[in-house]
Nanobody, 115 residues
Framework: QVQLVESGGGLVQAGGSLRLSCAAS????????MGWYRQAPGKQRELVAR???????NYAGSVKGRFTISRDNAKNTVFLQMNSLKPEDTAVYYC?????????WGQGTQVTVSS
């Protein structure tokens, strides 16, 4: 059973930075893609950033230039570096991994950006 454990969320002022981590229970080489999604109160869950097995990355337009997704294969961990945070970035952030037809989610970590 795949487990994804997020960490690094918290409260930060607008303009600040946070780094989220997602540790997988197994090798992340086995995943076709890993990514970060977020869900704000009253809104649908949305893709924030994704990295596929070949190393290519995709970002939501709202975070492009501010957020960076990366991975450390040796530590089976994916990171989301978030800079220049805005109040509208406030949400629960979820780690996601896809392997063939299967999809896995972490428990989520809260990010709150104060104005």
């Amino acid at each position: 059973q795949v487990q994804l454990v997020e960490s690094g969320g918290g409260l930060v002022q607008a303009g600040g930075s946070l780094r989220l981590s997602c540790a997988a229970s197994g090798s992340i080489f086995s995943f076709n893609a890993m990514g970060w999604y977020r869900q704000a109160p009253g809104k649908q869950r949305e893709l924030v950033a994704r990295i596929i097995s070949g190393g290519s990355t995709n970002y939501a337009g709202s975070v492009k230039g501010r957020f960076t997704i990366s991975r450390d294969n040796a530590k089976n961990t994916v990171f989301l570096q978030m800079n220049s945070l805005k109040p509208e970035d406030t949400a629960v952030y979820y780690c996601n991994a896809k392997r063939l037809q299967a999809e896995y989610w972490g428990q989520g970590t809260q990010v709150t950006v104060s104005s």
